[in-house]
C-alpha cells in the first residue's frame, strides 16, 4: 500500500499544474449564488462540474431544484462509502473597486515566503477547496483506475444563500446519499503550518425580548424615581445574565457541560495560538468569558451569552426626559455538547420572569435554536484522518472548533443522520467574501495529497 | 384691614363676569409663540396686556426682545416688592379636529358639579392663571385707589418655546426687575379643593454616553464569549446605578441631601394622594423608587436616576449576531437640595469609568444641569401666603413639590438672585397644551380672591 500510496501522492503532484488549471476554469464561471442575473453562470458551474465527474468516470448528473442546481456524482468502490459536500457559488465580488486583480481572472501572485496566492472570487471559498478533493480522485483513478474506498458527492448552489434547497433535496434523495460520514472542505487549517480538523461547533438560541412596564411613555418630571423605567428594568436583566466571573448566570445552563478532553486541552496548550492578538486585532485585550479558561476555550469549547441589539426610549438628537414604556432587545446563547436549546430557551424565560417586577411584563420572539454538533474523538474515521494529515503536513494534526454553527451540518444530521468530518485548508487571512479573496497554492497543493492520502487512510 | 380686605374681596367677587369678558379677549387672540405667522398675534397680545395695566394706572410698556415682546409694568406702594412673572404666549392648538370647542373662542360649560368651565387654548396656561392677579390688582385699586404693597409684572410670550428671551432680557433690566420675590401663577392646586404652593423643584443633570469596546463590529460566532460585548457593558453600568431597595447607587450621591421638614411630612401624611391612583392610571403598580419611601416623596423630594434612551448593535427586523462594538444611553439625574450638579455629574463620569473593563472606552456628552430650587419653609412671605390661601379655600394651604424643574426659576435666580413663590389654582385634569385645554370658573374666581388675601397678607 505504502508503494501505490507514494504512487499516487506523486502523481498529485505532477499534476498539480493542470490541476491549477482546472481551478482557474471553475472560477471563470461567476457563479454568483444571490445574483438573478448569475443563474445561467450557477447552471455553467454545475454543469462544469458534473462534466469533470463524468469524466472521471463518476455518475454524475446536474439535479434541478427551485433555484440553482446541485451536482450529485457516484463512483463505486469497497466500504466505506463517503459522501463529499462542497459548494459551487459565490460571494458577490463587490465592492469592486477594492480588488487589486480582476475577481474572476484568476491571478497568480508569487509572495515573498515563497507561496504563491490564487487570487480570485471563489479561490478559497469553496472552489479552491472543493477541487482539492476531486482532483485527489483523480490522482488516484489515474495511478489505480479507480478508487480505494466508496465515493459519493454532492455540491450545491445555494451555501452562500443559506442553502434553502438542502434539506428538502437531502430528504428526496435520502437513499441515494446517506453514506457513513460526510466530508467537509470548506474550514481552515490552524495556522500556515498545522493541519486541523473542525469537530466542535456551537449550537445557538436566539431571543428577542420586549419589556413593558407603564402603559405610555411618561415624563420623569412628573414621575421620576416611583415609575418603573422599562428601559432599567431591560439593563438589569441582561446585567443579571453575565456573572462577574464571566460565566453566563442562567439557572442549570452548565448542566451537562462537559469538560474539554484531556486530550484536546492538552493539545490546545502544546499549540500556538496567539490570544493576546487574536483580541489586540479587534482593539480588545481582556477576555470576557468564563475566567481562568483560554480565549481558545472560550470562544470554541464553552457556551456564552451574547447581546446583540438594545433599542428603547429617545435615541434621537438632544435630549428628553422620558420614562420609556417600553424596552427591547435581541440576545443569543451560543451552545455546546450536552445543552439543549430548548431548555436553555425556557430557563432564559423564566429567569426574566424572575427578575421583572411585578407590574412589568415581557413578550419573547425565538430566532431560531440549534444545539452543538461534536463529532465523537474516539471515531475511527476521526483517527484515521488525523493521522494521514499529519503525515502530510509534518505536524500533527489539531481537534479544532469554531465558535459559530455550520448550519449545513444541521441538515445532514436531521435528514440523513450523518456525522460531518471537517478537514479544509484555508487559512484565516484568505479574506473570503471580501475584496482579493485568495488561496494559497500550497493549500491546493497539500490539500489534494491530504485527501490522497485520507482516502487510503479510510481504506485501510 | 379686615374690613378692606372684605371690601377688595367683594368687588372682585362682584367684577367676575367683567373679568371673564377680559379673559375671553385675551384669549381670542391666538398667541401662539412657536408659529412664525402668529408673530403679530403674540405682539397684539403684548399690547392688550400693557393696556390693560396702564388703564389701571400701572406704568406699562411693550419692549422688544429679538423674538416676541415683553411687558413691563409698575405700580408703587409700600413695601414688600414684589415681582409677577406669567406668559401671555400659548402651544398651538393641533390637532384641531379633537377639540370640541373652538379652541380660540372661550366656551363657558356648566359643569354637572355646579362648577362652570372656560374652555379655551390659554384658558388655564397662562392667561387664566396670570390675569388672577391682575384682576386681583384691579380690585384693589377699585377699593382703594391703589395697592397695599409695591407691585411690577412682567410677562412674556417665549415660554413654550423655552424663553430663550428671558435671561438676557432679565440681565438688561435686573435693576428695574429686581425686587424681594417673583410670585408665579402656573402650578396647580393640591386637588380641586385645596390649595397649594410648590416650594420645591428638583433639578436635573442630563448626561449621554458611548461605550467603544472592540474596534468594530464582530461575529459572535467567531468572538462569542471572549470579545466584549458594548451592550453588555452598557447594562451592567446602568444596572449598577440602581441599587435593589431603590436608592441611586451612586457614592455620595444623598450626602447633603435632606430628610423633608418633619412639618412638611406630616402635611403630606394628612393631605389626600391617592398613590395607587396616581400609578394605576399608568398601568403600574409598585413604587420603584426608595424602598419605604412614599410617592409623594419619591417623585418631589428625593432624588433620582432614570435611563431616558439606549441603542446599539442590531436593531432592525429579523435577526443578527453581532458583537456590537459601541453602546449608547442617555440619562439624568433629578435632583433635590443639597445636591451639586456638576459634582453629581463628576461622581457618574468616574462610576462610568470604574465599571468599564480595561479594553473599553466611554465617551459623555452633557446635556445640561441645575440644582433644584427650594423655598425656605420659614420664609415670612411664604408663611403669610400660606395663611391667606387657608383662609380663602378653608382648607389648609398645602406645602407641594414638582418632580420637574422650571426653567424660569433658574433665570430669576441667576440673574436676579431672586427666590420665587409659586401660587397657582390650575387643576391636573385641565389639559394643558392638548386638546380642550380648560380652566375652571371657580380656579378663576378664587384665584383671583386669594391674591387679594396675599397682597394684604404681604403688606400686614
Redesign the interface.
Known amino acids: 500500500m505504502n508503494d501505490l500510496l507514494e504512487k499516487v501522492l506523486a502523481a498529485a503532484t505532477d499534476g498539480l499544474d493542470a490541476s491549477v488549471n482546472r481551478l482557474a476554469d471553475l472560477i471563470r464561471i461567476p457563479s454568483v449564488s444571490t445574483d438573478p442575473a448569475h443563474a445561467a453562470d450557477c447552471r455553467r458551474a454545475a454543469e462544469w462540474l458534473a462534466a469533470e465527474l463524468a469524466a472521471l468516470g463518476f455518475d454524475a448528473s446536474v439535479r434541478p431544484t427551485a433555484r440553482h442546481p446541485m451536482v450529485v456524482a457516484h463512483a463505486a468502490g469497497p466500504g466505506p462509502h463517503v459522501l463529499f459536500y462542497g459548494h459551487y457559488d459565490v460571494q458577490p465580488a463587490d465592492p469592486l473597486e477594492l480588488w487589486q486583480t480582476p475577481p474572476f481572472e484568476p491571478t497568480l501572485i508569487a509572495r515573498p515566503d515563497g507561496d504563491t496566492w490564487i487570487a480570485a472570487r471563489g479561490a478559497s471559498d469553496d472552489k479552491g477547496q472543493l477541487l482539492t478533493f476531486i482532483e485527489a480522485c483523480r490522482a488516484w483513478k489515474a495511478v489505480t483506475g479507480g478508487l480505494p474506498i466508496r465515493v459519493s458527492m454532492l455540491f450545491e448552489g445555494e451555501e452562500e444563500i443559506s442553502s434553502p434547497s438542502l434539506a428538502p433535496f437531502l430528504a428526496e434523495a435520502a437513499e441515494e446519499l446517506r453514506a457513513d460520514v460526510v466530508l467537509v472542505c470548506d474550514t481552515d487549517m490552524w495556522d500556515r503550518d498545522i493541519p486541523a480538523i473542525t469537530t466542535m461547533m456551537?449550537g445557538?438560541v436566539?431571543e428577542?425580548i420586549e419589556i413593558t412596564?407603564?402603559?405610555?411613555d411618561?415624563?420623569?418630571?412628573?414621575?421620576?424615581?416611583?415609575?418603573?423605567?422599562a428601559?432599567?428594568v431591560?439593563?438589569?436583566v441582561?446585567?443579571?445574565l453575565?456573572a462577574a466571573d464571566g460565566s453566563v448566570a442562567l439557572s442549570g445552563f452548565y448542566d451537562g457541560v462537559r469538560e474539554l478532553p484531556g486530550e484536546v486541552a492538552a493539545q490546545w496548550a502544546r499549540l500556538p495560538f496567539d490570544a493576546a492578538g487574536?483580541?489586540g486585532d479587534?482593539?480588545?485585550?481582556?477576555?470576557?468569558?468564563?475566567a481562568g479558561r483560554s480565549?481558545l476555550e472560550?470562544?470554541w469549547a464553552?457556551?456564552?451569552f451574547?447581546?446583540?441589539?438594545?433599542?428603547?426610549?429617545?435615541?434621537g438628537e438632544?435630549?428628553?426626559?422620558?420614562?420609556?414604556a417600553k424596552?427591547?432587545?435581541?440576545v443569543?446563547f451560543?451552545l455546546v455538547a450536552g445543552q439543549d436549546p430548548e431548555a436553555v430557551r425556557a430557563a432564559f424565560r423564566a429567569h426574566v420572569r424572575a427578575h421583572l417586577?411585578?407590574?412589568c411584563t415581557v413578550r419573547f420572539t425565538p430566532?431560531?435554536g440549534s444545539p452543538a454538533t461534536v463529532m465523537p474523538l474516539d471515531g475511527v474515521l476521526l483517527r484515521k484522518a488525523l493521522v494521514a494529515l499529519g503525515e502530510e503536513w509534518g505536524r500533527e494534526a489539531a481537534v479544532a472548533g469554531?465558535?459559530?454553527?455550520i448550519p449545513i451540518l444541521n441538515a445532514f444530521r436531521d435528514r440523513l443522520g450523518m456525522d460531518a468530518l471537517l478537514v479544509g485548508f484555508g487559512r484565516f487571512d484568505n479574506r473570503v467574501h471580501a475584496p482579493n479573496e485568495k488561496y494559497d497554492l500550497s493549500s491546493f497543493h497539500h490539500g489534494i495529497r491530504s485527501w490522497v492520502r485520507i482516502l487510503a487512510a479510510f481504506a485501510g
Open positions: 456551537r445557538l436566539g428577542e412596564a407603564a402603559n405610555r411618561l415624563h420623569s418630571g412628573i414621575f421620576g424615581n416611583a415609575a418603573r423605567n428601559l432599567q431591560l439593563a438589569e441582561l446585567a443579571s453575565r487574536f483580541l479587534v482593539g480588545l485585550s481582556v477576555p470576557a468569558g468564563e480565549v472560550q470562544c464553552r457556551p456564552s451574547e447581546v446583540h441589539g438594545v433599542w428603547g426610549g429617545f435615541t438632544g435630549f428628553k426626559t422620558v420614562i420609556p424596552a427591547h432587545a435581541k443569543s451560543r417586577p411585578a407590574d430566532h431560531g469554531t465558535g459559530g454553527s
